[in-house]
């Protein structure tokens, strides 16, 4: 399986949104609804932020969404704080009981 | 609130057998997934496997040949041994309850330890 591709870096000003994709495949994003999406910032733990696509953990902000098409899924940080500064990695079932994670992608808010 | 925390050495030879435990407080093992998941330094995440409290397994493809978890119910842990290591196996290794498919996913983590392969 091959890891989840995701764009190296997103930014945004704070206030402003900020999407970030994650592509896969159809046996993997495309083929299930178990895309989940974990922050992660310097010398931390990653910290589950979404899951099933679009569920919101408990504590977790609704500024943080997600979505899916096809084989491609996306995560939007709306209303950018300084806080969002992290590393961003999607995360998806890819069948056989396996997990693959994405590439991850780095948000600066500037 | 349950808490998990990684234990083993830091250093590990090249062609030896890396070996860690994951410590769970705070709730039981028992009736949940449990993974392994790594992250080289700078580099993006890697999940390695995973077993459940009855003790099935499933593994990366792509380390299955030198990766075993195993998971001891009366003492709350779970381990993992990674063998014949090299240099691309240094790595902050991560435990985390779940797996891609449980509701929800990866919810609780260890806060990690680096283990460095080097002669």
């Known amino acids: 399986q091959s890891a989840l591709t995701q764009p190296p870096s997103a930014s945004g000003s704070p206030g402003q949104s900020v999407t970030i994709s994650c592509t896969g495949t159809?046996?993997?994003?495309?083929?299930?609804?178990?895309v989940s999406w974990y922050q992660q910032h310097p010398g931390k733990a990653p910290k589950l932020i979404i899951f099933?696509?679009?569920k919101r953990p408990s504590g977790v902000p609704d500024r943080f969404s997600g979505s899916k098409s096809g084989n491609t899924a996306s995560l939007t940080v709306s209303g950018l704080q300084a806080e969002d500064e992290a590393d961003y990695y999607c995360s998806s079932y890819a069948g056989s009981n396996n997990s693959v994670f994405g590439t991850g992608t780095k948000v600066t808010v500037l | 609130q349950v808490q998990l925390q990684e234990s083993g050495p830091g250093l590990v030879k090249p062609s030896e057998t890396l070996s860690l435990t994951c410590f769970v407080s705070g709730g039981s093992i028992s009736s949940n997934f449990w993974s392994w998941i790594r992250q080289p330094p700078g580099k993006g995440l890697e999940w390695i496997g995973y077993?459940?409290?009855?003790?099935?397994?499933n593994y990366n493809p792509s380390l299955k040949s030198r990766v075993t978890i195993s998971v001891d119910t009366s003492k709350n842990h779970f381990s993992l041994k990674l063998s014949s290591v090299t240099t691309a196996d240094t790595a902050v290794y991560y435990c985390?309850?779940?797996?891609?498919?449980?509701?929800?996913?990866?919810?609780?983590w260890g806060q990690g330890t680096l283990v460095t392969v080097s002669s």
């Open positions: 099933e696509v679009t």
């Open positions: 159809s046996s993997d994003v495309g083929g299930y609804n178990y």
């Open positions: 985390a309850r779940g797996t891609a498919m449980s509701y929800p996913p990866f919810d609780y």
């Open positions: 077993i459940y409290y009855s003790g099935s397994t």
